[in-house]
């Protein structure tokens, strides 16, 4: 490969050598359309036009009061499909076509993945399969049907634990034998390079945007960014804007679960160094390397590894890391929505979670939400936990 | 005991005109003692050296004949430190160079040196990390020769002649080559490809080469040492006979016996 994929010791191509040729491929392949004009040219329109860019930066005046605060909230949500997940899915979908490739694969594992992939294949007219662990298929029927309705096949995972990490699994071993013809277009900042750095590449437009958005509302720059870390790819594109202020804090909330005595998914908060998907981060792991399953109320952030760079961001205490737990990520979800009129995703509910933590302690700060995603998807959840039968 | 080395092994059976037969098994699956049987069923029938897996929960270059292997082996409580007791177990009986495959992690959250130490005291000839490509095996290379355990790659069709010659630089060994494009898994047929890479590798090097993937029937043992490979390396249809038979130890072990020695067999012209 032409780069080594490294940030600071953290990430690299951890595969078997059965995938070396097809990682080579992509990093050529990307480095040489990240910069083609025409390539730019119809990203930036189909970001436009089918995927709704820009997205506001919206002043939450409501819940600025109440939390004492100035908070911003970057409109993720409002994207088609309802999260930052298409940035990414347009990104690697038009990569593919310029590749010549006629097949894509993906793994999901709530769906949203899933779904910014399937309309991807669609809109390109690339026919697409998802990998999907049997568990998920299950408990999320609603998210299949609307993966199928896009024309994707879903592919049930039998192995493992049936979850995420399986799905992923089985997604390398399709790619091992069919990277002639399709190309696994990963949904976060994870995997072996060049994946991180390319899907950050793509995530990029959130922080651009952001950055100027908030020069122009304030002035000035925040005094905080704060984004819901799973793989780590909608905080990746919302930091990579502002990585270079260093007086602008980082922070990642993680998925907290029952909090770090119980099952939760906070990789870095919690975790230790190892290899899982081909980088080397942080993960979830026993004393003898075996990856154990991750646990959080949303599905997203259910995920026992996280994006390299965020291991070495955090490695430097450029980004600071923080569980925020299924009770706080609830009362973040009901927050917005009650003072805002916004239905958060569950996994930015933990961003909204960890900002009423942030504030109690840093009145007058100004802060920036990532709000990756709307919650249409999770009202379902937060019923049955309300006890309010549909 | 003196451990034959690989270089010996490989020239006791081209001595003899045959190629090695190198079967191979999870450690602890379905539990550790079946599989000390298992693999003295192996010994006994013909193997000429032997693979051993140590299981790891997330193996992406295996198929789901080998995962529920890995599975089977971590619900019966096998883990890298018992992994090595089972190393030790066998060298109680046999000789013949054990290569250890597993993923990177499990050595990696050990530690480097400890895990190369380790295998040395148990016994262990040869390492190979199935998601450890050369690019980033330096550390790796190191502590295998600062223990004196050799390293060993794979190489598939996919393999360019430029990386070839890398992979060869550090392998030592044999070279595991991959007959198949795509993960582990008994199959049909060996593809042409396959005899195409030997043919390639013989070119470039002298290492000895075993070919595994997909090698699941006499004829496939007999086809690639035919097409110039000096071993032929059986896993998921050694494995399937376990799956078939967990109810019943002593035909488990029968199958597997009568089946290593026809897979044994098919390596003599
Ligand atoms: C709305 C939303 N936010 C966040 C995530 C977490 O992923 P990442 O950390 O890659 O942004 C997901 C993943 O499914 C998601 O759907």
Redesign the pocket.
């Known amino acids: 490969m032409i780069l080594d994929g490294k940030f600071g010791k953290y990430g690299g191509a951890f595969v078997p050598e059965l995938l070396i040729p097809a990682l080579e491929e992509l990093e050529k392949a990307f480095l040489k359309y990240k910069d083609d004009e025409e390539f730019n040219k119809e990203l930036k329109y189909y970001l436009r036009e089918f995927a709704g860019r820009p997205t506001p930066l919206y002043y939450a005046k409501n819940l600025s009061e109440k939390l004492g605060c100035k908070i911003y909230l970057k409109r993720?949500?409002l994207l088609h499909t309802?999260?930052?997940?298409i940035n990414n899915t347009l990104g690697q979908g038009l990569l593919a076509k310029y590749m010549g490739k006629t097949r894509l694969i993906a793994e999901?594992?709530?769906g949203?993945?899933g779904i910014a992939t399937a309309v991807i294949g669609s809109l390109l007219q690339i026919p697409t399969e998802v990998y999907m662990g049997s568990e998920d298929v299950e408990r999320q029927k609603l998210n299949v049907f609307r993966m199928e309705l896009s024309g994707a096949k879903v592919n049930p995972v039998e192995n493992g634990s049936r979850t995420l990490k399986d799905a992923i699994n089985d997604a390398f071993r399709d790619w091992a034998s069919s990277s002639d013809t399709t190309h696994y277009l990963i949904?976060?900042?994870?995997g072996p390079h060049p994946y991180p750095m390319m899907?950050k590449h793509f995530?990029r437009v959130i922080g651009k945007e952001t950055k100027t958005q908030i020069l122009k509302n304030e002035g000035k720059l925040p005094d905080v960014v704060i984004?819901?870390?799973?793989?780590?790819?909608?905080?990746?594109?919302i930091f990579s804007g502002f990585i270079e202020d260093k007086e602008v804090e980082l922070i990642g909330a993680e998925g907290g679960g029952e909090g770090l005595n119980g099952k939760h998914g906070s990789t870095i908060s919690a975790g230790t160094e190892g290899i899982l998907h081909g980088s080397l981060s942080f993960v979830l792991q026993n004393d003898d390397g075996q990856i154990s399953e991750a646990h959080s109320i949303?599905?997203?952030?259910d995920y026992p590894g996280v994006?390299p760079e965020h291991a070495f961001l955090s490695s430097k205490g450029r980004a600071k890391y923080y569980p925020v737990t299924n009770e706080e990520a609830i009362r973040g979800f009901k927050l917005l929505s009650e003072y805002e009129g916004i239905i958060p995703?569950l996994?930015?509910s933990h961003a909204i979670g960890m900002a009423e933590k942030y504030a109690k302690e840093n009145k007058g700060k100004t802060i920036i939400i990532n709000l990756?995603?709307?919650g249409d998807k999770d009202v379902d959840i937060l019923a049955k936990l309300m006890g309010v039968k549909l | 005991m003196n451990i034959e080395s690989y270089e010996d092994a490989f020239n006791r059976v081209k001595e003899k005109k045959e190629g090695a037969f190198i079967p191979f098994i999870v450690a602890g699956d379905p539990d550790f003692q079946t599989s000390l049987q298992i693999v003295k069923t192996f010994v006994e029938n013909g193997a000429d050296a032997l693979e051993i897996g140590f299981p790891f929960s997330d193996p992406v270059a295996d198929g789901p004949t080998v995962q529920m292997a890995d599975i089977r082996a971590l619900e019966s409580g096998m883990n890298t430190k018992k992994g090595f007791e089972f190393i030790k177990s066998l060298r109680e009986f046999t000789d013949i160079p054990i290569g250890v495959l597993t993923y990177y992690n499990l050595i990696y959250k050990m530690g480097l040196d400890d895990f190369y130490k380790t295998a040395k005291e148990s016994g262990v000839s040869a390492i190979l990390a199935a998601d450890l490509p050369p690019e980033e095996a330096n550390y790796v290379v190191k502590a295998a020769k600062k223990h004196g355990i050799q390293q060993i790659f794979m190489a598939a069709q996919s393999t360019s002649n430029e990386r070839l010659e890398k992979i060869l630089e550090i392998c030592s060994g044999f070279l595991y080559v991959v007959a198949v494009m795509g993960i582990t898994g008994a199959r049909n047929e060996i593809e042409n490809s396959t005899v195409k890479l030997i043919q390639r590798i013989k070119d470039q090097s002298e290492i000895p080469i075993a070919v595994g993937f997909g090698i699941s029937k006499p004829e496939h043992v007999k086809e690639v040492i035919n097409a110039g490979a000096d071993g032929a390396i059986v896993a998921s249809a050694i494995l399937n006979l376990i799956t078939e038979n967990l109810q019943n130890k002593e035909k488990m072990l029968q199958n597997i016996g009568s089946f290593c020695r026809e897979l044994k067999n098919a390596t003599k012209d």
């Open positions: 993720e949500d309802g999260a930052h997940k999901t594992g709530a949203q993945h949904g976060s900042t994870m899907v995530q984004a819901c870390v799973g793989g780590g790819s909608n905080s990746m594109g949303s599905a997203g952030l994006g995703a996994e930015s990756s995603g709307r």
